[in-house]
C-alpha cells in the first residue's frame, strides 16, 4: 500500500479539487513531470498542471502551473477531457488542455505550496507512451491507460469517470 506524502495528504486531502492539466505532444513524445507523491522511491509521472485557485481562470492557472513545474511559458488550446480522480484521501476534478506551443527552456520546478524539503517534483521530460506503458500501473496517470497512442489523448470522450475498481 502506498503512502501519500504528509505534506501533499494535509494539503489536499479530504476535499475536492479542481485541478487543470495540459497535453503537449511533439514528435511521439509527451512533456511529462515525475512527482514523489508516495515518497522519493516511487514515480508517478502526470502531464504538468495543478489546481486552481481562486479567482483564476483555468487558462491562467495552467500557464502558471506549467511555467512552475516546467520553467516553460505555454499558449494554451482548447478543452480536451475532464477527467475524476477518486484515490483516497485525494479527489480531483480535472481539466485537461492541448497545449498549443511552448516557449523558453525546460527545468524541473517546484511546487511553491510544498515546503522546500518536502518537494516533490523529481524531474521534467518528453517520454513516449511505450516508455510510460513499460512503468507499473500506479506509476503515471490513469489517463495514459486509456489510449494506445499519444494523438487519441487529444480526442478522448469528454468526461472521464474514475474507473469503479479504484474506488
Known sequence: ????????????????RVRVSGIYIVR????????SLYGKEQSFWSPPGGGIL??????????????????LDAEIGDLLFVNEHVRPPLHAIE???????VQGKMDKGADPEISAANQIIEEVKFLRLDEIKSFPSDAS????????????LLRLDKFLPQPETLI
Do not use: C, P, W
Open 141 to 152: 496517470h490513469s489517463i495514459f491507460s486509456r489510449v494506445r497512442s499519444l494523438e487519441e
Open 1 to 16: 500500500m502506498q503512502t501519500l506524502n504528509d505534506e501533499v495528504k494535509n494539503l489536499y486531502g479530504g476535499n475536492v
Open 28 to 35: 511521439d513524445r509527451i512533456l511529462l513531470v515525475n512527482h
Open 54 to 71: 481562486f479567482g483564476e481562470t483555468a487558462e491562467a492557472a495552467l500557464k502558471r502551473e506549467i511555467k512552475e513545474e516546467t520553467g
Open 95 to 101: 481539466l485537461f488542455f492541448e497545449i498549443k506551443a
